[in-house]
Antibody
Framework: QVRLQESGPGLLKPSQTLSLMCTVS??????????WSWIRQRRGGGLEWIGH???????YNSPSLKSRLTISVDTSKNEFFLSLTSMTAADTAMYFC??????????????WGQGTLVTVSS | QSVLTQPPSVSGAPGQRVTISCTGT?????????VHWYQQVPGTAPKLLIY???NRPSGVPDRFSGSRSGTSASLAITGLQAEDEADYYC??????????FGGGTKLTVL
């Protein structure tokens, strides 16, 4: 059974860059067939897709975040990463990594990490 | 505000049937993109409930079913149980290369 685990700093100052890592176990990123994704959820709010990466390194980013966003992968370590620059209080949220599949033109996410809370505050 | 619109809340008594609607546009559901549904108990990660409009992953009870028609989709829950109390989100791709979620619906079991 696949497991995903996020890690990264819980607290950032405004304008800093967020760097998160997702460690995957029970499945190999390099095996293909899935997209490896980041999704966030602000407190009391809904879910927001951030972006995802394929095993070959092709990335697909949310139009609203793509100017600040980099998603990368290290298949040798079975890890993928998120980098989000110029963080503001509006980026304060729970960040989830997830495994995604394309179905009927839409991606869906069948396995999720437990999430990591990121707070942006001076 | 999400491009996929859900009612903020629904409720039902144990054993009853409830439905949660998800209204999109011609840029997402109406463009033929499949709809997926997630269940989230507060404080936990979302769980895939329905994929591809009406397919249940292994382990999801057949009390849960989905449908899609035109620019809308629905999630139906029959034989409501206390453990079904959670937030429910629909999600579909969009021609703007986005993958929006609905705003979420809080289900209360009375």
């Amino acid at each position: 059974q696949v497991r995903l685990q996020e890690s990264g700093p819980g607290l950032l100052k405004p304008s800093q860059t967020l760097s998160l890592m997702c460690t995957v176990s029970g499945d190999s990123i390099s095996s293909g067939g899935y997209h490896w994704s980041w999704i966030r959820q602000r407190r009391g709010g809904g879910l927001e897709w951030i972006g995802h990466i394929s095993h070959s390194g092709n990335t697909y980013n949310s139009p609203s975040l793509k100017s600040r966003l980099t998603i990368s992968v290290d298949t040798s370590k079975n890890e993928f990463f998120l980098s989000l620059t110029s963080m503001t209080a509006a980026d304060t949220a729970m960040y989830f990594c997830a495994r995604g599949r394309l179905w009927g033109g839409s991606y869906y996410w069948d396995s999720w990490g437990q999430g990591t809370l990121v707070t942006v505050s001076s | 505000q999400s491009v996929l619109t859900q009612p903020p809340s629904v409720s039902g008594a144990p054993g009853q049937r409830v439905t949660i609607s998800c209204t999109g546009t011609s840029s997402n559901i109406g463009a033929g993109y499949d709809v997926h549904w997630y269940q989230q108990v507060p404080g936990t990660a979302p769980k895939l409930l329905i994929y591809g409009n009406n397919n249940r992953p292994s382990g999801v009870p057949d009390r849960f079913s989905g449908s899609r028609s035109g620019t809308s989709a629905s999630l139906a829950i029959t034989g409501l149980q206390a453990e079904d109390e959670a937030d429910y989100y629909c999600q579909a791709n969009d021609i703007s290369l986005n993958a929006p979620f609905g705003g979420g619906t809080k289900l209360t079991v009375l």
